[in-house]
Nanobody, 129 residues
């Protein structure tokens, strides 16, 4: 089993920055994808960013939603088993509950919720105008 715990959410003004974190524990995998999704009330869960990692090759790829490209950066610390999402130039439309997720074989593109096997409980990000 895998446990994912998000942290670092909060309230920030538009134009500001925030970094949220995801701590992973439990099983490890030779290749996997870690992703960030967000969800606002009344909306479907939306892809934000993902990074695919291979023990052999290291970071294989990163991908971002068009709406966050150039503003958000996903990164990971393998020693700490952490994944981060650095969010800059935040906009009110970035508001939502941000979820960390793990795809245990890293075989997909990482952009669809159905590809992921494990989910955290989420951390709230609120951007005020």
């Amino acid at each position: 089993q895998v446990q994912l715990v998000e942290s670092g959410g909060g309230l920030v003004q538009a134009g500001g920055s925030l970094r949220i974190s995801c701590a992973a524990s439990g099983r490890t995998f030779s290749r996997y994808t870690m992703g960030w999704f967000r969800q606002s009330p009344g909306k479907e869960r939306e892809f934000v960013a993902a990074v695919t990692w291979s023990i052999i090759w290291g970071s294989v790829s990163t991908t971002y939603a068009d709406s966050v490209e150039g503003r958000f950066t996903i990164s990971r610390d393998s020693a700490k088993r952490m994944v981060y999402l650095q969010m800059n130039s935040l906009k009110p439309e970035d508001t939502g509950l941000y979820y960390c997720a793990l795809d245990a074989d890293g075989s997909g593109r990482g952009r669809e919720p159905r590809e992921y096997d494990y989910w955290g409980q989420g951390t709230q990000v609120t951007v005020s105008s």
